[in-house]
């Protein structure tokens, strides 16, 4: 069981902002608009609170604990603002993802038995997020809920945590086509 204790204190800056990284990764990638980013917001705050309450190892619930402080959650905005600052959005999109894959190096060295759960965590919220809200609508119409650029993004996610495709997170699977 790896809490705060097990990392250094500016490696548990890093290990922090994690979660925020993994939503402005996907957030970069395709912005929603204003409505769509309040949308991405609130599911991001939604893991958090379920990943605090919920049976996952002692870092998930250690991190969404400190999240959902008001102290912890500036911290971890100051140091994701000084990742994001003065970037474009694909350039937030790269730094986020070059955060995140140092981060899961870190956790990996510091962490090794709870790695693998804390990287499918990350990637189910950033997941969360991409899904919050419709993409290309028409004045509220129409849209999908997750757009292409996001779906690379999350792959691109996966890659960099060396997960396989059969363990990311997918959600419910589709229903199969009737065969001819």
């Given at each position: 069981?790896?809490?705060?204790?097990?990392?250094?204190?500016?490696?548990?800056?890093?290990?922090?902002?994690?979660?925020?990284?993994?939503?402005?990764?996907?957030?970069?990638?395709?912005?929603?608009g204003f409505?769509?980013?309040?949308q991405e917001a609130?599911?991001e705050m939604?893991?958090?609170?379920?990943?605090?309450g919920?049976?996952?190892?002692?870092?998930?619930?250690?991190v969404?604990?400190?999240?959902?402080?008001?102290?912890?959650?500036?911290?971890?905005?100051?140091?994701?603002r000084?990742?994001?600052?003065?970037?474009?959005?694909?350039?937030?999109?790269?730094?986020?993802?070059?955060?995140?894959?140092?981060?899961g190096?870190?956790?990996?060295?510091?962490?090794p038995?709870?790695?693998?759960?804390?990287?499918?965590?990350?990637?189910?919220?950033?997941?969360?997020?991409?899904?919050?809200?419709?993409e290309?609508?028409f004045?509220?119409?129409?849209?999908?809920?997750?757009?292409?650029?996001?779906k690379?993004?999350l792959?691109?996610?996966?890659?960099?945590?060396?997960?396989?495709?059969?363990?990311?997170?997918?959600?419910?699977?589709p229903?199969?086509?009737?065969?001819?």
């Amino acid at each position: 069981m790896a809490g705060k204790s097990a990392f250094s204190p500016s490696e548990w800056k890093k290990v922090a902002q994690a979660p925020l990284l993994a939503g402005f990764a996907v957030s970069a990638a395709d912005p929603s608009g204003f409505l769509g980013l309040l949308q991405e917001a609130f599911a991001e705050m939604r893991a958090l609170s379920h990943a605090r309450g919920a049976g996952g190892g002692e870092l998930i619930r250690v991190v969404a604990g400190e999240l959902l402080t008001s102290s912890g959650r500036a911290d971890a905005r100051e140091g994701v603002r000084t990742i994001t600052q003065g970037a474009t959005l694909d350039e937030i999109k790269t730094r986020s993802l070059a955060a995140l894959e140092e981060i899961g190096s870190v956790v990996e060295a510091k962490a090794p038995g709870e790695a693998h759960e804390f990287k499918v965590w990350l990637i189910e919220i950033a997941r969360s997020v991409a899904e919050a809200g419709l993409e290309d609508t028409f004045l509220g119409f129409g849209g999908i809920r997750m757009s292409e650029k996001e779906k690379a993004t999350l792959g691109e996610l996966s890659h960099i945590f060396r997960l396989e495709a059969s363990e990311e997170p997918l959600g419910p699977t589709p229903p199969s086509e009737p065969s001819a």
